[in-house]
Nanobody, 127 residues
Framework: DVQLQASGGGLVQPGGSLTLSCVAS????????IGWFRQAPGKDREGISC????????YYADSVRGRFTTSRDNTNNRVYLQMNTLRPEDTAVYYC????????????????????WGQGTLVTVSS
């Protein structure tokens, strides 16, 4: 079975940094793209990044570009989301998700693109 497990959330002050991790099992990890999403209280789920299979190309939503970086370790079946210069509006439950192959450009940040999801990890940015 495809399984994803996100971790690394917590409380961080504005301007601080945090790194989330997503460990995967049950599938050919390097052949799957990985997306990161978040859902703030009372808001819709938002796609924020995608890292492709094979070439490890990365894509970011405007809301996080320049502050967040995603990377993957295909040897250990892990994906990371390094989050810098965090803002209170980054407070959300963060999820990793996966799809075989690579999504088309217009679907990188759509929840419907990804059939497999991990449980979320809560990030709270507050002083």
């Amino acid at each position: 079975d495809v399984q994803l497990q996100a971790s690394g959330g917590g409380l961080v002050q504005p301007g601080g940094s945090l790194t989330l991790s997503c460990v995967a099992s049950g599938f050919a990890f390097d052949a799957y793209a990985i997306g990161w999403f978040r859902q703030a209280p009372g808001k819709d789920r938002e796609g924020i990044s995608c890292i492709s299979s094979r070439n490890n190309n990365t894509y970011y939503a405007d809301s996080v570009r320049g502050r967040f970086t995603t990377s993957r370790d295909n040897t250990n079946n892990r994906v990371y989301l390094q989050m810098n210069t965090l803002r209170p509006e980054d407070t959300a439950v963060y999820y990793c998700a996966t799809v075989e192959g690579n999504p088309i450009m217009s679907s990188y940040f759509l929840s419907s693109t990804y059939p497999y999801w991990g449980q979320g990890t809560l990030v709270t940015v507050s002083s």
